[in-house]
């Protein structure tokens, strides 16, 4: 019971949808503004810089809240690994807005911050590099996804961590189809583009 309650808590601490808080604030309903997504970079381009970055650092937090919060009850078993997976996904399916949520990115990295600190500077360089040569914020999430789960086993993160990323990244991706689509076709919005 106890393990499902962390489990809970995790889905409910990353389904604060705190985009879409901070846009109400501001008297915009980010859902029909921009991409319409529920996330860190479309608050960035339809609110301003200043709201997109507190909203990563929320979703960030929320992510590494909930993995320490399931770290302290279970620390050496798959708990927080399955609480780390539990948050993003409640990030990109919030109870609290249809589940109609983010893709997840700001909160994986506060739950991998947790899970695998070793791997994450190395994921976010590949990140930071991308969306320098290539302006676009989802091909970086991409492939600094794709790229946690290797760098994590080779950087001796346990199997749960391993796994979690592995998870992380396949539903990330899936999140960012339509993204890719665009990077494909040359339509996607560059960083720095107003929605």
């Not at 499902?4 to 808080?21: D, W």
């Not at 050496?76 to 993003?88: F, H, K």
């Not at 994986?108 to 930071?128: E, N, R, Y």
């Not at 990323?165 to 665009?182: D, E, P, Q, T, Y």
Request: include cysteine; glycine fraction near 10%; proline fraction near 5%.
């Amino acid at each position: 019971m106890i393990r499902a309650a962390v489990l809970v808590t995790a889905y409910l601490l990353g389904s604060i949808p705190f985009s879409y808080i901070i846009a109400r604030r501001r008297g915009v309903d980010v859902r029909r503004v921009g991409s319409g997504n529920v996330g860190a970079t479309n608050l960035m381009r339809s609110v301003g810089r200043g709201a997109g970055l507190a909203a990563f650092a929320l979703d960030f937090l929320k992510g590494t809240a909930a993995t320490l919060v399931a770290r302290s009850v279970s620390p050496g078993g798959a708990l927080p690994a399955l609480a780390a997976a539990t948050a993003v996904l409640g990030h990109m399916y919030p109870v609290w807005l249809r589940f109609r949520g983010g893709k997840g990115v700001a909160t994986a990295c506060g739950v991998f911050s947790v899970l695998t600190p070793a791997a994450l500077p190395p994921a976010l360089t590949i990140f930071f590099v991308t969306v320098w040569v290539t302006k676009y914020v989802s091909l970086g999430s991409v492939l600094a996804s794709v790229a946690l789960a290797p760098i994590a086993y080779a950087t001796g993160s346990p199997a749960p961590a391993v796994a979690a990323a592995s998870a992380a990244a396949a539903i990330i991706v899936f999140r960012h189809r339509s993204n890719l689509i665009r990077v494909r076709a040359g339509t996607e919005r560059r960083i720095g583009v107003r929605a």
